[in-house]
Nanobody, 124 residues
Framework: QVQLVESGGGLVQAGGSLRLSCGAS????????LGWFRQAPGKEREFVVAISWSGTSTYYADSVKGRFTISKDNAKHTAYLQMNSLKPEDTAVYYC?????????????????WGQGTQVTVSS
């Protein structure tokens, strides 16, 4: 079992930045993939980015490529999502997710563990 807790959401103006954190606890000694997803009201959960256990492999959605950066600190069992040049369409609840293995999936059903989510609101 892996428990995930997100933090860092908030309200920001368009063009601004936010950094989200995802703290992991539980079976963190096992290798796992971490992903970020988001869900806007009335829409399906959408893939944002995933990162390998080592941090050397990443996979970004086209919609955030060049604006968002994922990183992780294994010593702290924490992943970070730096979001720059935010747009109103980035407004959503952002979820951290984890799964064991090495493949960077972009499908929510591939992930076994989820955090409670953190709200990001970008005003125009």
């Amino acid at each position: 079992q892996v428990q995930l807790v997100e933090s860092g959401g908030g309200l920001v103006q368009a063009g601004g930045s936010l950094r989200l954190s995802c703290g992991a606890s539980g079976r963190t000694s096992s290798s796992y993939i971490l992903g970020w997803f988001r869900q806007a009201p009335g829409k399906e959960r959408e893939f944002v980015v995933a990162i390998s256990w080592s941090g050397t492999s990443t996979y970004y959605a086209d919609s955030v490529k060049g604006r968002f950066t994922i990183s992780k600190d294994n010593a702290k069992h924490t992943a970070y999502l730096q979001m720059n040049s935010l747009k109103p369409e980035d407004t959503a609840v952002y979820y951290c997710a984890a799964r064991s293995g090495t493949t960077l999936y972009d499908t929510p059903r591939r992930y076994d563990y989820w955090g409670q989510g953190t709200q990001v609101t970008v005003s125009s």
